[in-house]
């Protein structure tokens, strides 16, 4: 297989994989709209769009790493691909490739901070429990003098009170 031949299919599968990581990118920033909404429906249809999304990622993964491993001829890693781009001094390809790695990015960043919103509302719910129970709600954490800070809060509990 020709250069030029090589450049185009490596570009059409850079340019599938953009289309996958956009509709990702959607898929999280329709989570992230649904949990700062607390839309209890919007975000099971977030989260059901994003495993659709995640299975259409392994399929397109599983089938594309193989013929792309033979296009650069070599291991289907970031750091390979990115030296074959600079390597073939295609504008067109190196812009795709790097408008994927963009993509890729932002959607490290929104799943992050989908996780924080996820993990601060399950603590807060743990908390809300745990005063519902008669517990303090707070999680221990140690004071000066070695003990947890339940420890030496003193004071009642709702239950009790």
């Known amino acids: 297989m020709d250069t030029a031949t090589r450049q185009a ?35 099971e249809q977030a989260v059901a769009e994003k495993q659709r999304t995640v299975a259409y990622l392994e399929q397109q993964e599983r089938h594309g790493l193989p013929e792309v491993a033979r296009l650069i001829d070599a291991a289907p890693s970031g750091q390979n691909i990115t030296a074959f781009v600079l390597r073939t001094r ?13 993509t ?23 908390q809300t429990l745990a005063l519902l129970r008669g517990e303090d709600g707070r999680s221990g954490t140690y004071a000066h003098s070695g003990r947890t800070d339940e420890d030496d809060r003193g004071g009642q509990s709702l239950a009790m009170v």
Not at 104 to 111: I, K, T
């Open 90 to 102: 295609d504008a067109v390809l190196s812009e795709t490739w790097q408008t994927l790695q963009q």
């Open 9 to 43: 299919r490596l570009g059409a599968l850079l340019a599938q994989q953009q289309d996958g990581a956009a509709a990702m990118l959607a898929a999280l920033e329709a989570e992230y709209r649904a949990l700062q909404a607390r839309d209890l429906n919007a975000f």
């Open 104 to 126: 890729l990015g932002v959607c490290r960043e929104q799943n992050l901070l989908n996780q924080r919103i996820l993990e601060t509302s399950r603590q807060r719910l743990r």
